[in-house]
Protein backbone atom coordinates (compact mmCIF):
# COMPACT_ATOMS: atom_id res chain seq x y z
CA UNK A 1 0.00 0.00 0.00
CA UNK A 2 1.51 3.17 -1.17
CA UNK A 3 0.85 5.89 1.07
CA UNK A 4 0.11 9.78 -0.62
CA UNK A 5 0.82 12.81 1.36
CA UNK A 6 -2.74 13.85 2.28
CA UNK A 7 -2.85 10.27 4.01
CA UNK A 8 -0.14 10.78 5.78
CA UNK A 9 -1.56 14.01 7.08
CA UNK A 10 -4.87 12.20 7.47
CA UNK A 11 -3.20 10.32 10.16
CA UNK A 12 -0.86 12.50 11.74
CA UNK A 13 -4.10 14.39 12.61
CA UNK A 14 -5.54 10.98 13.88
CA UNK A 15 -2.53 10.79 16.26
CA UNK A 16 -2.20 14.56 17.29
CA UNK A 17 1.55 14.88 15.73
CA UNK A 18 2.40 18.18 14.17
CA UNK A 19 4.93 16.87 10.69
CA UNK A 20 6.33 19.78 9.33
CA UNK A 21 5.33 19.91 5.43
CA UNK A 22 8.78 19.26 3.68
CA UNK A 23 9.15 16.08 6.25
CA UNK A 24 5.56 14.71 4.83
CA UNK A 25 7.48 13.22 1.65
CA UNK A 26 9.48 11.24 3.29
CA UNK A 27 7.07 9.62 6.02
CA UNK A 28 4.50 8.52 3.28
CA UNK A 29 7.95 7.14 1.56
CA UNK A 30 9.04 5.05 4.83
CA UNK A 31 5.78 4.56 5.95
CA UNK A 32 4.53 3.22 2.41
CA UNK A 33 7.92 0.80 2.82
CA UNK A 34 6.67 -0.57 6.40
CA UNK A 35 3.35 -1.10 5.29
CA UNK A 36 5.04 -3.46 1.80
CA UNK A 37 6.73 -5.38 5.25
CA UNK A 38 3.14 -6.10 6.65
CA UNK A 39 1.05 -6.69 3.49
CA UNK A 40 2.80 -10.55 2.88
CA UNK A 41 0.20 -10.91 5.59
CA UNK A 42 -2.42 -10.30 2.56
CA UNK A 43 -2.11 -14.19 1.53
CA UNK A 44 -1.89 -15.93 4.93
CA UNK A 45 -5.30 -18.03 5.00
CA UNK A 46 -6.40 -17.20 8.56
CA UNK A 47 -9.58 -18.86 8.01
CA UNK A 48 -11.27 -19.84 11.21
CA UNK A 49 -7.93 -18.59 13.42
CA UNK A 50 -8.59 -16.61 16.97
CA UNK A 51 -7.23 -13.48 17.05
CA UNK A 52 -4.31 -13.73 19.98
CA UNK A 53 -4.52 -10.56 22.24
CA UNK A 54 -2.75 -12.15 24.89
CA UNK A 55 0.20 -14.71 24.43
CA UNK A 56 -0.74 -16.71 27.57
CA UNK A 57 -4.70 -16.42 26.91
CA UNK A 58 -5.02 -14.61 30.06
CA UNK A 59 -8.03 -12.74 30.78
CA UNK A 60 -8.40 -9.27 32.88
CA UNK A 61 -7.63 -9.95 36.40
CA UNK A 62 -10.44 -7.71 38.45
CA UNK A 63 -10.60 -6.72 41.88
CA UNK A 64 -12.91 -5.70 44.29
CA UNK A 65 -14.72 -2.14 43.83
CA UNK A 66 -13.38 -0.57 47.19
CA UNK A 67 -10.95 2.20 47.71
CA UNK A 68 -7.32 1.04 47.95
CA UNK A 69 -5.26 3.58 46.58
CA UNK A 70 -4.10 6.65 48.62
CA UNK A 71 -4.73 10.65 46.86
CA UNK A 72 -1.31 11.38 46.18
CA UNK A 73 -2.08 14.22 43.54
CA UNK A 74 0.12 16.86 45.15
CA UNK A 75 3.01 14.19 44.93
CA UNK A 76 2.37 13.62 41.33
CA UNK A 77 1.36 16.85 39.79
CA UNK A 78 4.92 17.76 40.67
CA UNK A 79 6.09 17.13 37.62
CA UNK A 80 3.15 18.81 35.68
CA UNK A 81 3.85 21.80 33.49
CA UNK A 82 1.00 24.11 34.37
CA UNK A 83 -1.39 23.21 37.31
CA UNK A 84 -3.86 25.39 39.63
CA UNK A 85 -5.66 24.51 42.31
CA UNK A 86 -5.05 20.85 41.69
CA UNK A 87 -6.32 21.37 37.94
CA UNK A 88 -4.57 21.30 35.35
CA UNK A 89 -4.04 24.13 32.96
CA UNK A 90 -4.48 23.93 29.30
CA UNK A 91 -5.13 26.36 26.28
CA UNK A 92 -9.06 27.44 27.10
CA UNK A 93 -11.66 24.79 25.63
CA UNK A 94 -14.87 26.54 26.12
CA UNK A 95 -15.55 29.52 24.42
CA UNK B 1 37.96 -6.50 40.13
CA UNK B 2 35.73 -5.29 37.25
CA UNK B 3 37.06 -8.68 34.88
CA UNK B 4 34.59 -10.47 38.06
CA UNK B 5 31.39 -11.95 37.25
CA UNK B 6 28.29 -10.20 39.11
CA UNK B 7 28.11 -13.32 41.33
CA UNK B 8 31.93 -13.79 41.93
CA UNK B 9 31.38 -9.90 43.31
CA UNK B 10 28.93 -11.21 45.15
CA UNK B 11 30.99 -13.87 46.94
CA UNK B 12 33.65 -11.16 47.42
CA UNK B 13 31.44 -8.75 49.43
CA UNK B 14 29.98 -11.84 51.41
CA UNK B 15 33.43 -12.80 52.72
CA UNK B 16 34.60 -9.31 53.20
CA UNK B 17 37.50 -9.62 50.72
CA UNK B 18 35.29 -6.11 48.95
CA UNK B 19 33.61 -3.50 50.35
CA UNK B 20 30.60 -2.18 48.45
CA UNK B 21 32.19 1.55 49.14
CA UNK B 22 35.03 0.21 47.35
CA UNK B 23 33.38 -1.77 44.68
CA UNK B 24 30.88 1.28 43.33
CA UNK B 25 33.67 3.99 43.27
CA UNK B 26 35.52 1.68 41.09
CA UNK B 27 32.81 1.15 38.96
CA UNK B 28 32.19 5.22 39.26
CA UNK B 29 35.47 5.88 38.16
CA UNK B 30 35.43 3.77 34.87
CA UNK B 31 31.83 4.88 34.32
CA UNK B 32 33.88 9.02 34.54
CA UNK B 33 36.94 7.69 32.80
CA UNK B 34 35.47 5.64 29.90
CA UNK B 35 31.81 6.72 28.94
CA UNK B 36 32.56 9.59 27.13
CA UNK B 37 33.45 7.17 24.46
CA UNK B 38 30.74 5.19 24.63
CA UNK B 39 27.66 7.17 25.73
CA UNK B 40 26.08 4.34 27.71
CA UNK B 41 24.56 6.55 30.44
CA UNK B 42 22.14 8.97 30.51
CA UNK B 43 22.23 9.64 34.01
CA UNK B 44 25.10 8.50 36.80
CA UNK B 45 24.09 8.88 40.19
CA UNK B 46 27.39 9.04 41.82
CA UNK B 47 25.67 10.54 45.20
CA UNK B 48 23.36 8.42 45.99
CA UNK B 49 25.59 5.00 44.44
CA UNK B 50 27.66 5.97 47.66
CA UNK B 51 24.65 6.62 50.01
CA UNK B 52 23.08 3.15 49.25
CA UNK B 53 26.77 1.50 49.53
CA UNK B 54 27.27 2.64 52.61
CA UNK B 55 24.41 1.10 53.78
CA UNK B 56 25.19 -1.92 51.77
CA UNK B 57 28.22 -2.34 54.27
CA UNK B 58 26.05 -1.26 57.60
CA UNK B 59 23.23 -3.48 56.35
CA UNK B 60 26.40 -6.58 56.02
CA UNK B 61 28.45 -5.29 59.28
CA UNK B 62 24.90 -6.13 60.94
CA UNK B 63 24.32 -9.17 59.48
CA UNK B 64 21.50 -8.74 57.12
CA UNK B 65 22.59 -9.20 53.64
CA UNK B 66 21.23 -10.65 51.76
CA UNK B 67 22.28 -12.35 47.87
CA UNK B 68 22.40 -8.86 46.07
CA UNK B 69 23.79 -6.76 49.20
CA UNK B 70 25.88 -3.96 47.71
CA UNK B 71 26.08 -5.20 44.26
CA UNK B 72 26.49 -1.79 41.86
CA UNK B 73 23.53 -2.31 38.79
CA UNK B 74 22.32 0.10 36.14
CA UNK B 75 18.99 0.52 35.09
CA UNK B 76 17.81 1.16 31.58
CA UNK B 77 16.00 4.71 31.73
CA UNK B 78 12.98 2.76 30.74
CA UNK B 79 12.22 2.03 34.15
CA UNK B 80 10.49 5.10 36.68
CA UNK B 81 13.36 5.96 39.16
CA UNK B 82 11.95 8.27 42.19
CA UNK B 83 13.29 11.66 42.30
CA UNK B 84 14.99 11.29 39.43
CA UNK B 85 14.78 11.93 35.59
CA UNK B 86 13.66 8.90 34.04
CA UNK B 87 13.55 9.95 30.17
CA UNK B 88 13.05 6.92 28.03
CA UNK B 89 15.80 8.05 25.58
CA UNK B 90 13.29 10.54 24.55
CA UNK B 91 13.14 14.68 24.40
CA UNK B 92 9.32 14.05 25.51
CA UNK B 93 11.07 13.13 28.95
CA UNK B 94 13.63 14.98 29.19
CA UNK B 95 12.34 16.57 32.35
CA UNK B 96 10.73 13.94 33.52
CA UNK B 97 11.24 13.01 37.11
CA UNK B 98 9.43 10.32 38.31
CA UNK B 99 7.40 10.49 41.37
CA UNK B 100 7.80 6.70 41.93
CA UNK B 101 9.67 3.50 41.54
CA UNK B 102 9.32 0.99 38.79
CA UNK B 103 8.51 -2.83 40.73
CA UNK B 104 11.89 -3.54 39.10
CA UNK B 105 13.79 -0.64 40.36
CA UNK B 106 12.16 -1.13 44.15
CA UNK B 107 12.46 -5.08 43.83
CA UNK B 108 16.59 -4.79 42.97
CA UNK B 109 17.05 -1.64 45.70
CA UNK B 110 15.27 -3.61 48.46
CA UNK B 111 17.36 -6.80 47.42
CA UNK B 112 20.32 -4.33 48.62
CA UNK B 113 21.95 -3.53 45.16
CA UNK B 114 23.42 0.16 44.08
CA UNK B 115 21.97 1.69 40.94
CA UNK B 116 24.95 3.86 39.47
CA UNK B 117 22.48 5.35 36.97
CA UNK B 118 19.99 5.24 34.21
CA UNK B 119 21.52 3.70 30.64
CA UNK B 120 20.85 4.64 27.55
CA UNK B 121 18.27 3.52 24.69
CA UNK B 122 16.46 3.72 21.83
CA UNK B 123 13.62 6.27 22.18
CA UNK B 124 10.56 4.68 23.85
CA UNK B 125 12.52 1.21 23.11
CA UNK B 126 11.75 1.59 19.41
CA UNK B 127 14.84 0.73 18.02
CA UNK B 128 17.26 -1.92 17.37
CA UNK B 129 20.25 -0.35 17.25
CA UNK B 130 20.24 2.36 20.22
CA UNK B 131 20.67 4.91 17.24
CA UNK B 132 17.21 6.79 17.64
CA UNK B 133 18.27 8.26 21.39
CA UNK B 134 17.80 11.82 22.15
CA UNK B 135 21.05 11.71 24.00
CA UNK B 136 22.84 10.33 20.84
CA UNK B 137 23.72 6.56 19.81
CA UNK B 138 25.88 4.48 21.93
CA UNK B 139 28.84 2.67 20.70
CA UNK B 140 29.68 -0.79 20.66
CA UNK B 141 32.87 -1.59 23.30
CA UNK B 142 34.15 -4.18 20.73
CA UNK B 143 34.30 -1.20 17.92
CA UNK B 144 33.63 2.21 18.18
CA UNK B 145 32.13 2.34 14.41
CA UNK B 146 29.79 -0.22 15.07
CA UNK B 147 26.31 -0.17 16.87
CA UNK B 148 26.02 -2.19 20.28
CA UNK B 149 21.97 -3.12 19.09
CA UNK B 150 19.23 -1.79 20.68
CA UNK B 151 16.91 -0.68 22.58
CA UNK B 152 18.91 -1.63 25.60
CA UNK B 153 22.16 -0.57 23.88
CA UNK B 154 23.40 1.06 26.85
CA UNK B 155 22.71 -1.58 29.03
CA UNK B 156 24.62 -3.72 26.98
CA UNK B 157 27.25 -1.62 26.72
CA UNK B 158 28.23 -0.86 30.01
CA UNK B 159 28.33 -4.09 31.03
CA UNK B 160 29.76 -5.39 27.91
CA UNK B 161 32.76 -2.70 28.60
CA UNK B 162 32.27 -3.54 32.52
CA UNK B 163 31.42 0.04 33.67
CA UNK B 164 28.69 -2.02 35.79
CA UNK B 165 28.58 -5.79 36.51
CA UNK B 166 25.12 -6.13 35.46
CA UNK B 167 21.94 -3.99 34.41
CA UNK B 168 18.20 -4.30 33.62
CA UNK B 169 16.82 -4.27 30.31
CA UNK B 170 13.56 -4.63 28.35
CA UNK B 171 12.44 -6.53 25.25
CA UNK B 172 9.45 -6.28 23.14
CA UNK B 173 10.85 -7.84 20.09
CA UNK B 174 14.28 -8.82 20.99
CA UNK B 175 15.76 -5.26 23.06
CA UNK B 176 17.62 -7.74 25.53
CA UNK B 177 18.39 -10.73 23.62
CA UNK B 178 19.74 -8.46 20.42
CA UNK B 179 22.14 -6.07 22.23
CA UNK B 180 23.36 -8.80 24.44
CA UNK B 181 23.96 -11.29 21.22
CA UNK B 182 26.10 -7.59 19.44
CA UNK B 183 27.85 -7.04 22.74
CA UNK B 184 28.89 -10.64 23.77
CA UNK B 185 26.97 -11.29 26.85
CA UNK B 186 24.17 -12.68 28.92
CA UNK B 187 21.16 -11.46 28.97
CA UNK B 188 17.11 -13.24 29.52
CA UNK B 189 13.79 -12.06 28.47
CA UNK B 190 11.53 -13.54 30.88
CA UNK B 191 7.76 -14.96 30.08
CA UNK B 192 5.19 -12.53 29.78
CA UNK B 193 3.67 -11.80 33.18
CA UNK B 194 6.83 -13.04 34.76
CA UNK B 195 8.54 -9.94 35.72
CA UNK B 196 5.88 -6.82 36.62
CA UNK B 197 5.34 -4.20 34.14
CA UNK B 198 4.51 -1.43 36.97
CA UNK B 199 6.44 1.53 36.30
CA UNK B 200 8.20 0.48 32.95
CA UNK B 201 7.32 2.94 30.17
CA UNK B 202 5.36 0.83 28.02
CA UNK B 203 5.63 0.43 24.38
CA UNK B 204 3.62 -2.44 23.50
CA UNK B 205 1.87 -3.93 26.62
CA UNK B 206 1.00 -7.37 24.77
CA UNK B 207 4.68 -7.90 24.21
CA UNK B 208 7.08 -5.59 26.76
CA UNK B 209 9.30 -7.92 29.99
CA UNK B 210 11.66 -6.47 31.73
CA UNK B 211 14.92 -8.84 32.67
CA UNK B 212 18.27 -9.21 33.47
CA UNK B 213 21.72 -8.34 31.38
CA UNK B 214 25.01 -9.58 32.85
CA UNK B 215 28.03 -11.43 32.36
CA UNK B 216 26.69 -15.23 32.55
CA UNK B 217 23.46 -17.65 33.20
CA UNK B 218 24.34 -17.22 36.74
CA UNK B 219 24.26 -13.65 37.10
CA UNK B 220 20.78 -13.59 35.09
CA UNK B 221 19.83 -16.35 37.55
CA UNK B 222 20.54 -13.93 40.86
CA UNK B 223 18.89 -10.81 39.09
CA UNK B 224 15.78 -12.82 38.02
CA UNK B 225 15.09 -14.34 41.34
CA UNK B 226 14.32 -10.51 42.77
CA UNK B 227 12.85 -9.22 39.95
CA UNK B 228 10.43 -12.01 39.54
CA UNK B 229 6.96 -12.49 41.42
CA UNK B 230 3.59 -11.62 41.33
CA UNK B 231 2.40 -7.56 41.83
CA UNK B 232 -1.11 -6.94 41.56
CA UNK B 233 0.13 -3.22 40.36
CA UNK B 234 0.61 -4.85 36.99
CA UNK B 235 -2.58 -6.08 36.04
CA UNK B 236 -0.89 -8.63 33.62
CA UNK B 237 1.25 -9.76 36.22
CA UNK B 238 0.51 -13.84 36.72
CA UNK B 239 0.35 -15.84 39.66
CA UNK B 240 3.35 -18.51 39.29
CA UNK B 241 5.72 -19.39 42.28
CA UNK B 242 9.34 -18.25 41.91
CA UNK B 243 11.68 -21.38 41.57
CA UNK B 244 15.27 -21.11 42.96
CA UNK B 245 16.69 -20.31 39.74
CA UNK B 246 20.52 -20.83 41.06
CA UNK B 247 19.61 -23.80 42.27
CA UNK B 248 18.82 -25.49 39.36
CA UNK B 249 21.73 -24.05 37.58
CA UNK B 250 23.80 -27.13 37.65
CA UNK B 251 21.20 -29.85 36.59
CA UNK B 252 22.03 -32.55 33.99
CA UNK B 253 21.48 -31.94 30.63
CA UNK B 254 21.20 -35.46 30.17
CA UNK B 255 17.38 -36.23 28.31
CA UNK B 256 17.20 -32.66 27.09
CA UNK B 257 15.43 -32.37 23.85
CA UNK B 258 16.90 -29.71 21.87
CA UNK B 259 14.85 -28.12 18.32
CA UNK B 260 17.01 -26.48 15.64
CA UNK B 261 14.04 -24.49 13.30
CA UNK B 262 14.85 -25.66 9.85
CA UNK B 263 13.60 -21.88 9.10
CA UNK B 264 16.62 -19.92 11.28
CA UNK B 265 19.33 -21.60 8.85
CA UNK B 266 18.43 -20.13 5.34
CA UNK B 267 19.89 -17.33 3.80
CA UNK B 268 19.96 -13.78 5.42
CA UNK B 269 21.97 -15.35 8.11
CA UNK B 270 26.15 -15.44 8.56
CA UNK B 271 28.26 -17.99 8.02
CA UNK B 272 30.09 -17.25 10.85
CA UNK B 273 27.16 -17.00 12.77
CA UNK B 274 25.20 -20.65 11.65
CA UNK B 275 28.72 -21.99 12.45
CA UNK B 276 29.22 -20.59 15.85
CA UNK B 277 25.86 -21.44 16.65
CA UNK B 278 25.86 -24.98 15.55
CA UNK B 279 29.13 -25.32 17.05
CA UNK B 280 27.26 -24.46 20.81
CA UNK B 281 24.64 -27.13 20.21
CA UNK B 282 27.07 -29.80 19.57
CA UNK B 283 29.06 -28.85 22.68
CA UNK B 284 25.40 -29.25 24.42
CA UNK B 285 24.72 -32.57 22.74
CA UNK B 286 28.34 -33.37 24.45
CA UNK B 287 26.93 -32.35 27.57
CA UNK B 288 23.81 -35.20 27.15
CA UNK B 289 21.49 -32.88 25.01
CA UNK B 290 20.04 -34.81 22.00
CA UNK B 291 19.29 -32.52 18.77
CA UNK B 292 16.27 -32.42 16.50
CA UNK B 293 15.70 -30.70 13.02
CA UNK B 294 12.16 -29.38 13.67
CA UNK B 295 9.92 -26.46 11.93
CA UNK B 296 8.25 -23.25 12.51
CA UNK B 297 6.55 -23.04 9.95
CA UNK B 298 5.11 -19.62 10.44
CA UNK B 299 8.12 -18.19 11.26
CA UNK B 300 8.80 -15.70 8.08
CA UNK B 301 5.86 -14.25 9.26
CA UNK B 302 7.12 -12.58 12.56
CA UNK B 303 8.64 -9.71 11.64
CA UNK B 304 5.23 -8.66 9.29
CA UNK B 305 2.74 -9.49 12.73
CA UNK B 306 4.65 -7.15 15.07
CA UNK B 307 5.45 -4.66 12.57
CA UNK B 308 1.37 -3.88 12.76
CA UNK B 309 0.81 -5.21 16.68
CA UNK B 310 3.96 -3.12 18.14
CA UNK B 311 3.10 -0.24 16.84
CA UNK B 312 -0.55 -0.42 17.29
CA UNK B 313 -0.36 -0.75 20.87
CA UNK B 314 2.79 1.44 20.83
CA UNK B 315 0.05 4.45 19.39
CA UNK B 316 -2.20 3.10 22.47
CA UNK B 317 0.29 3.70 24.95
CA UNK B 318 1.98 6.96 24.33
CA UNK B 319 -1.21 8.87 23.29
CA UNK B 320 -0.34 9.66 26.93
CA UNK B 321 2.47 12.24 26.00
CA UNK B 322 0.09 14.87 25.45
CA UNK B 323 2.04 18.30 27.17
CA UNK B 324 -0.61 18.27 29.94
CA UNK B 325 0.01 16.25 32.47
CA UNK B 326 3.74 15.63 32.56
CA UNK B 327 7.01 15.55 30.01
CA UNK B 328 7.08 18.55 27.41
CA UNK B 329 5.14 20.56 26.72
CA UNK B 330 5.37 23.46 23.64
CA UNK B 331 5.59 27.13 23.89
CA UNK B 332 3.06 29.05 23.57
CA UNK B 333 0.32 26.96 22.26
CA UNK B 334 -2.76 28.37 20.52
CA UNK B 335 -5.21 25.95 21.42
CA UNK B 336 -5.44 22.41 22.62
CA UNK B 337 -5.25 20.74 19.49
CA UNK B 338 -1.62 23.10 19.05
CA UNK B 339 -0.74 21.74 22.55
CA UNK B 340 -0.93 18.37 21.52
CA UNK B 341 0.33 18.37 18.10
CA UNK B 342 3.25 20.35 18.78
CA UNK B 343 4.16 19.13 22.12
CA UNK B 344 4.05 15.16 20.18
CA UNK B 345 5.40 16.66 17.24
CA UNK B 346 8.55 18.11 19.08
CA UNK B 347 8.92 15.27 21.64
CA UNK B 348 8.95 12.53 19.36
CA UNK B 349 11.56 11.30 17.13
CA UNK B 350 10.66 10.63 13.86
CA UNK B 351 10.96 6.53 14.33
CA UNK B 352 8.83 6.92 17.21
CA UNK B 353 6.50 9.53 15.04
CA UNK B 354 6.68 6.50 12.13
CA UNK B 355 5.52 3.74 14.37
CA UNK B 356 2.71 5.80 15.96
CA UNK B 357 1.25 6.47 12.67
CA UNK B 358 1.38 2.97 11.30
CA UNK B 359 -0.12 2.07 14.54
CA UNK B 360 -2.85 4.27 14.23
CA UNK B 361 -2.86 3.49 10.45
CA UNK B 362 -3.81 0.02 11.29
CA UNK B 363 -6.31 0.27 13.70
CA UNK B 364 -8.49 3.27 11.99
CA UNK B 365 -11.77 2.44 10.77
CA UNK B 366 -11.66 0.79 7.46
CA UNK B 367 -8.30 -1.04 8.31
CA UNK B 368 -8.52 -2.11 11.60
CA UNK B 369 -9.57 -6.03 10.02
CA UNK B 370 -7.35 -5.78 7.18
CA UNK B 371 -4.39 -4.86 9.77
CA UNK B 372 -4.69 -5.97 13.11
CA UNK B 373 -7.60 -8.38 13.35
CA UNK B 374 -5.03 -10.09 10.47
CA UNK B 375 -1.77 -9.93 12.25
CA UNK B 376 -3.48 -11.12 15.88
CA UNK B 377 -4.24 -14.25 13.86
CA UNK B 378 -1.46 -14.69 12.23
CA UNK B 379 0.32 -14.39 15.82
CA UNK B 380 -2.30 -17.35 16.74
CA UNK B 381 -0.24 -19.38 14.10
CA UNK B 382 3.13 -17.99 15.56
CA UNK B 383 1.96 -19.00 18.98
CA UNK B 384 0.96 -22.49 17.86
CA UNK B 385 3.66 -23.74 15.79
CA UNK B 386 5.77 -22.95 19.17
CA UNK B 387 3.06 -25.06 21.39
CA UNK B 388 3.57 -28.05 18.84
CA UNK B 389 7.29 -27.96 18.65
CA UNK B 390 7.74 -28.30 22.78
CA UNK B 391 5.71 -31.53 22.16
CA UNK B 392 8.43 -32.57 20.53
CA UNK B 393 11.78 -30.80 22.06
CA UNK B 394 12.02 -28.77 25.47
CA UNK B 395 14.23 -26.22 24.06
CA UNK B 396 14.34 -23.93 20.40
CA UNK B 397 18.38 -23.09 19.74
CA UNK B 398 19.36 -20.95 16.86
CA UNK B 399 21.35 -17.90 16.50
CA UNK B 400 20.11 -14.69 18.00
CA UNK B 401 20.88 -12.10 14.91
CA UNK B 402 20.91 -12.58 11.71
CA UNK B 403 24.19 -10.61 11.79
CA UNK B 404 27.08 -9.51 14.13
CA UNK B 405 27.19 -5.72 15.18
CA UNK B 406 26.47 -3.39 12.14
CA UNK B 407 27.98 0.29 10.90
CA UNK B 408 26.39 3.30 12.86
CA UNK B 409 24.37 5.02 10.41
CA UNK B 410 24.25 1.83 7.93
CA UNK B 411 20.68 0.83 8.66
CA UNK B 412 19.12 4.20 9.80
CA UNK B 413 17.82 5.10 6.10
CA UNK B 414 16.15 2.13 6.11
CA UNK B 415 13.29 1.22 8.25
CA UNK B 416 12.65 -2.45 7.23
CA UNK B 417 16.27 -3.34 6.94
CA UNK B 418 17.09 -2.40 10.69
CA UNK B 419 13.21 -4.16 11.31
CA UNK B 420 15.01 -7.12 9.95
CA UNK B 421 17.59 -7.79 12.71
CA UNK B 422 15.07 -8.59 15.29
CA UNK B 423 14.31 -11.49 13.00
CA UNK B 424 14.91 -14.43 15.75
CA UNK B 425 14.01 -12.45 18.33
CA UNK B 426 10.32 -11.46 17.75
CA UNK B 427 8.45 -14.67 17.97
CA UNK B 428 9.31 -15.28 21.23
CA UNK B 429 7.54 -11.93 21.84
CA UNK B 430 4.43 -12.81 19.97
CA UNK B 431 4.07 -16.03 21.49
CA UNK B 432 4.82 -14.92 25.43
CA UNK B 433 7.45 -17.17 25.67
CA UNK B 434 10.84 -16.54 27.71
CA UNK B 435 14.21 -16.52 25.98
CA UNK B 436 18.23 -16.04 26.50
CA UNK B 437 21.04 -14.69 24.38
CA UNK B 438 24.62 -15.80 25.29
CA UNK B 439 27.94 -15.43 23.13
CA UNK B 440 29.18 -18.30 21.88
CA UNK B 441 31.31 -16.69 19.56
CA UNK B 442 33.78 -14.15 17.11
CA UNK B 443 33.41 -12.91 14.23
CA UNK B 444 36.14 -10.08 12.83
CA UNK B 445 36.13 -9.60 16.43
CA UNK B 446 32.35 -9.09 16.84
CA UNK B 447 30.78 -11.60 19.05
CA UNK B 448 27.97 -13.56 18.25
CA UNK B 449 25.23 -15.06 20.34
CA UNK B 450 23.38 -18.35 20.88
CA UNK B 451 19.54 -18.00 21.40
CA UNK B 452 17.66 -20.65 23.50
CA UNK B 453 13.56 -20.69 23.57
CA UNK B 454 11.85 -22.43 26.53
CA UNK B 455 7.99 -23.20 27.05
CA UNK B 456 6.14 -20.86 29.40
CA UNK B 457 7.99 -20.17 32.78
CA UNK B 458 10.96 -22.40 32.06
CA UNK B 459 13.10 -19.55 33.04
CA UNK B 460 15.24 -22.29 35.11
CA UNK B 461 15.76 -24.42 32.33
CA UNK B 462 17.07 -21.69 30.24
CA UNK B 463 19.45 -20.25 32.70
CA UNK B 464 20.64 -24.01 33.44
CA UNK B 465 21.39 -24.97 29.80
CA UNK B 466 22.83 -21.64 29.25
CA UNK B 467 25.31 -22.25 32.58
CA UNK B 468 26.63 -25.32 31.65
CA UNK B 469 27.47 -24.32 28.08
CA UNK B 470 29.16 -21.21 30.07
CA UNK B 471 31.05 -23.83 32.23
CA UNK B 472 32.84 -25.50 29.03
CA UNK B 473 33.30 -22.59 27.44
CA UNK B 474 35.09 -18.66 27.90
CA UNK B 475 32.66 -16.43 25.39
CA UNK B 476 31.07 -14.96 28.20
CA UNK B 477 34.28 -13.96 30.12
CA UNK B 478 35.66 -12.26 27.66
CA UNK B 479 36.16 -8.20 27.23
CA UNK B 480 36.98 -5.57 24.72
CA UNK B 481 40.68 -4.93 25.26
CA UNK B 482 40.31 -1.40 24.92
CA UNK B 483 38.08 -1.33 28.16
CA UNK B 484 40.76 -3.96 30.32
Given amino acids: ?95 | MHQKTLSELAAALADGSLGSVELTEHYLARIAAHDGELNSFITVTQESALQAARAADAARAAGRAGPLTGLPIAHKDIFCTEGLRTSCGSRMLDNFVSPYDAHVVSALKSAGTVMLGKTNMDEFAMGSSNETSFYGAVKNPWNATRVPGGSSGGSAAAVAARLAPAATGTDTGGSIRQPAALTGITGLKPTYGRVSRYGMIAFASSLDQGGPMAQSAEDCALLLGAMAGFDARDSTSLQREVPDYRAALNDSLDGLRIGLPKEYFGEGLDDAIASAVTSAVAELEKLGASVVEISLPNQGLAVPVYYVVAPAEASANLSRFDGVRFGHRCDDPADLEDLYKRSRGEGFGAEVKRRIMVGTYALSAGYYDAYYLKAQQARQLISRDFSEAFEQVDLIAGPATPSTAFGIGEKTDDPVAMYLNDLYTIAANLAGLPGISLPCGSSAGLPIGLQLVGRHFDEARLLNVAHRYQQVSDWHRRMPAAFQ
Avoid at chain 1, 38 to 58: I, K, R, S
Avoid at chain 1, 77 to 94: F, T
Fill in chain 1, 1 to 95: MSLQDDQVRSIAHLARLAIADEDVPGYAESLSSILALVEQLDALDTAGVEPMAHPLHATQRLREDVVSEENLREQYQACAPAVEDGLYLVPRVIE
